[in-house]
Structures are given as C-alpha cells and as structure tokens.
C-alpha cells in the first residue's frame, strides 16, 4: 500500500486538470500572441485560467500574473524592490523579513544584503511564530517591504499577515511612506481563507505556486495589487502586459485555474477531514510512541504535522519508511542549501535542541489522503522508530 504524505513538497494533479492540459496541448497549440484563429483560442484560454485563479483568491484578473514556479515570484517581489539600479539608495534600503522563510524568499534577500541593503529577519518563538512588537519596532521611513510568509512550509505554523497588514497599512498613514507587504502563501493556498479583499486586503504582491495545489509543476502566480509599482523581472516580447516576457505556458495556465478553483471550492469540508486526520495521527503518535516532540502548533495549517522522534536520524527513518510505501520528508524538499550541519533552519530557529532536528519527520496531508493511508502510515512508522531505538543506531 502507498500512503503519500509529502503533500507540501507537492501534490497528486487532479484528474480533471490533467485531462484538460491533454486536451489543450493537443488541440489548443497556438501562441497566444499570434493573430490567428489557433492564437485567439490560446489566449482565451489563458484569459479563462486567469480567471479563475482571480475568482479564487477574490482579486480583479488583472492583479494576476502568471510566473514558471512559486521561486520566480518571490524572486520577482525581492529583486525588484531593490529598484533599476539594484542598489540601497539612501531613504529606500531596508527589507523586513523572518528568520524561517522558504529558501525562495531568504536567498534573494541574502543577495541584497550583499549590495548593501539591510535586511531585518524577525525571531520566532517555540511556536514558529513572529513578535508583532519586534515587527512595529523594526519600521522605519526607509524600509522598502516586509515580507512574511502566510504558512511556513516545515511546521505549518500560521502566520499573522492580516494583523502585519494592518500595522503596515497604519505606519504607511501616520509618516507618509509606500511600505509594501509581501506573503509566499505557497503552502496555505487551498488550505485557508484567502481574500484580497477581505483577510489579505492590505496585502500588496503574493506568491503561489501551482502545483501545491493540484496543479501543473511549472507554473506559479504572482498577484500584483493595483497600483503597486513593481518592475518586471524578465524583459522580451511584452507577455503577461509587460510584466513578464516569454511565450505563456497555455496548458499549465488552464490547468492552475481549474486547479485553483477546484482547490477552494468546499474548502471548510475539505479542511475539517484533513484536520481530523492530521489530528488522528498526531494522537497516536503521542500515546504510543514515547519520547517524541510536536514542532507544530495546536492551532497550525491542517495539512502539516511536524514532529522529532528522539534518538532516532529523521533521514534514516525517512528510508525505511519509504521501503514500505510510506512518503514522507526531514523538511522542506525545496531547502537543500538550507539543511546546514546545524539541520533545519526553522528548527534551529524555533530554538530546538539538536536531537530534537535530527530527528525531525514532516508529515503533511491533502484532501485525497485517506484514513487508510494514515494507519498504514502509523503502523510502520511505530516499527521503524521502535526497530531503530532497539539497535541504539542514534550512537
């Protein structure tokens, strides 16, 4: 038996979104640029996904752009905050941020630190989450863009990016600056609430990426509030109004907008089963398995259960628990760079022992998973820790 839970490094495509990429890359082959009836038929499918991704995340379609991947966006936002030139200029030179971001978000920021801005990153606590008061006392007239995630991507902690909106949108009033706030909601898309009009209404630029939603691996979305002054990132043939050159990927386009609007459609329903059964597995693990420690908050993102298994190496386990069927992952696939001597730079951040990191698995769920898959899961998983804590292979 599979039991799939890495859903966080990415997810199975629905079957309706793959039938629809076959459909369009055999019938619908035109450039959407051309002026042609097969260019017209390109272009109102791309006009279609954008959409609905728009329709999804409660924004006009012209605030949505479409990128190669979630890392293109956050480059996007990062590199173009440091204005034509890529230098600091004196009033515009610092960026806010956290100290557990993607690797997508913290090397782009270590690239500007390197021509000279200053880049604040923010502490966590235990929980994985941030101080609003070390943020409100981080603001100065020079800051240029905050930039928090909305779930972190290892321990599914939630950030506050509403209340962050809010403090942004009061500082920009009270001392007349254009402070911009930027959230990779890589892993909440599809798994909370998210409007641009509502929740996210102070929210200026946010990343996604398709396929940690059921969608098409290379393809991400970039949201763009009206009347956020952003410069494109690639330059060419004008696509995407200018903002992003290059031919647009008109499969993967229709298949992140049916992907989008499936993933919200009976989202609370969807939400409650992956819950209950994230909770089923954070139970048995607690009362059968001892020595062990939850890493992600009681009130996290339904889909991400991370925990560490003392005296065992999360790696090991990882291996032979896929020997079984059993997918899991240490962390986040994206964060090789990231995965130090020290482990996990969000571990090391929320301030765990090093046994505690080595010994980390992340656990993380989707809508198909099924209560199946988790006691399979389980059942090899108690094995595995058992068996390795037996043979003392931790020494």
Known sequence: MIAYLDNSATTRQYDEVTDLMAHIAKNT????????????????????????????????PDEVFFTSCGTESDDTVILGCAGPSGRPRPNRKRIISTQVEHPAVLEPL????RRGFEVVRLKVDGNCRIDLEELKNALTEDTILISV???????????????????????????GTSILLHTDAVQA???????????????????????????????GVLYVRKGTKQPPFMLGGGQERGFRSGTENVPGIAGTGLAAEMSVKDLDRKREWIAALRDLLRDRIVSEIPDV?????????????????????????????????????????????HSSKKGSHVLNAMGLKPAEIEGALRFSLSEFTTREEIDHAFATLKSAVETFRKLGSFR
């Open 110 to 113: 270590n690239e500007l630190e």
């Open 189 to 219: 898309f599809g798994k909370i609430k998210i409007d641009m009009k509502g929740n996210f209404r102070d929210v200026d630029l946010m990343s996604l990426s398709c396929h940690k939603f059921h969608g098409p691996k290379g393809v």
């Open 293 to 337: 420690r939850i890493n992600s908050p009681e009130n996290g993102v339904c889909s991400v259960l991370n925990v560490s298994f003392l005296k065992t190496r999360g790696e090991v386990l990882l291996h032979t628990l896929e020997q079984q069927g059993v997918f899991v992952s240490t962390g986040s696939a994206c964060s090789s760079n």
């Open 149 to 175: 995630m909305t779930v972190n991507n290892e321990t599914g902690a939630i950030m506050p990016i509403e209340e962050i909106g809010r403090i942004k949108a009061e500082y920009n009033k009270a001392h």
């Open 29 to 60: 082959y035109g450039n959407p640029s051309s002026l042609h009836a097969l260019g017209f038929e390109a272009e109102k499918t791309v006009k279609t996904g954008r959409q609905q991704v728009a329709g999804a995340i409660g924004c006009s």
